[in-house]
């Protein structure tokens, strides 16, 4: 039960911690839905000239594991000489991650709408 007593402790810090858990989720989710809706729309119906670039993005930050990408762009922002804090590069982090998965279900989305619906939908 000693537990308890260093909880109740801490709970000030762990409180903190939570909102800016639940700050940084909410930006998060909020910014990378309206990427995602955008890239979603490219690679469903944009050109190949518009679709490449957003196919290279959702492609490569699908495929990076979401503590290196945080890490990537906490550290690698100040060589492109941004400085910015831990929260920003973790919430951009999160933000580019976030926009790819949305990406990648609005583009599976809209090609699962059948032709027929469309014209429908058209007329």
Do not use: N
Not at 16 to 38: H, P, R
């Amino acid at each position: 039960m000693y537990w308890l007593h260093e909880l109740w402790i801490a709970r000030e810090t762990l409180w903190t911690g939570f909102q800016t858990s639940v700050y940084c989720s909410v930006l998060a989710i909020i910014f990378g839905t309206l990427i995602g809706i955008v890239a979603g729309l490219v690679l469903t119906y944009g050109k190949f000239w518009m679709r490449a670039p957003f196919r290279l993005y959702v492609d490569l930050i699908r495929g990076t594991p979401v503590f290196v990408l945080v890490l990537a762009c906490f550290y690698m922002a100040p060589a492109r000489g941004w400085q910015i804090s831990a929260f920003q590069g973790g919430a951009l982090g999160l933000t580019l991650f976030c926009g790819s998965q949305v990406a990648e279900i609005v583009r599976g989305a809209l090609q699962a709408i059948h032709r027929g619906q469309l014209e429908a939908g058209k007329a």
